[in-house]
């Protein structure tokens, strides 16, 4: 989501991957199809595809489901057609919402994503709503432990192109632009850094905090998208309290 709960929803989200493995893989599955598609079936020449394969490898996805998605991607095995949609909307208090969506029917996804915002209230919107209080950037997350020199790593991530780098209590939060992504995390992992999370994310430029009650209806209606099967990733302008996270 946004600020300070980076770190704690990336950690919840991981868990929650470590208990759906079936709808993990499923997950994994069309991105890699997506990405094979559009960029080549070889990650050495297609990044993209190279870094969702390395997230699907630390979700224990087998080998032979990676290659099948590839091969489907590729147009080597008949499947289906997935193609990725965002959609826009405003969920109880007003608070923006994006929803990263990979799916082989939009008009069913729409269907499905207008029902839950309605029953939930939020409110489905048109594009372009709400995506310009977000700015798309890559997010680079280091679990602090015992012996992390956290000023070698602030160093390291500066002199690659690193736009920001900010020190938690858990973790180290490293922003970069979406060009200069792939060449911080690399010159990390070059350097020995262990990365617990590496993802193009989008960051709101504004947050808002609730009420306890509209949190609440607020965070029910987030759980129930992220649990959808063709959300890959929900993004909010959203800010808990400090008490609540």
């Not at 993990?24 to 020449?45: C, H, Q, W």
């Not at 969702?52 to 499947?79: T, V």
């Not at 996804?109 to 594009?127: P, Q, S, V």
Request: proline share 2%; with cysteine; glycine share 8%.
């Amino acid at each position: 989501m946004s600020g300070h709960s980076k770190w704690s929803n990336i950690k919840n989200k991981k868990a929650k991957m470590d208990a759906q493995k079936g709808k993990i893989y499923t997950r994994f599955s069309k991105l890699i199809i997506v990405a094979a598609r559009e960029g080549g079936p070889d990650p050495n020449t297609n990044s993209r595809l190279k870094d969702i394969i390395e997230k699907a490898k630390q979700a224990n996805m087998p080998n032979d489901n990676i290659e099948r998605a590839i091969k489907r991607g590729s147009g080597e095995l008949g499947g289906a057609d997935y193609e990725e949609i965002m959609y826009e909307g405003y969920g109880p208090g007003g608070v923006a919402i994006l929803i990263d969506a990979t799916t082989d029917n939009r008009n069913r996804t729409a269907g499905e994503m207008r029902h839950l915002f309605d029953k939930h209230g939020g409110n489905l919107g048109e594009t372009g709503c709400v995506a310009w209080m977000f700015e798309k950037k890559g997010l680079i997350l280091i679990e602090k432990k015992d012996d992390t020199d956290v000023e070698q790593i602030m160093m390291l991530a500066i002199d690659s192109g690193a736009e920001d780098v900010e020190e938690l209590e858990d973790s180290i939060e490293i922003t970069t632009s979406v060009e200069k992504f792939e060449t911080v995390k690399n010159y990390l992992q070059d350097n020995n850094i262990d990365i617990f999370s590496a993802e193009l994310s989008f960051i709101p430029n504004t947050t808002v905090t609730l009420h306890e009650s509209e949190s609440e209806k607020l965070e029910k209606l987030l759980e129930i998208l992220e649990e959808h099967d063709d959300v890959q990733n929900v993004y909010t302008n959203y800010e808990p309290e400090e008490e609540s996270l």
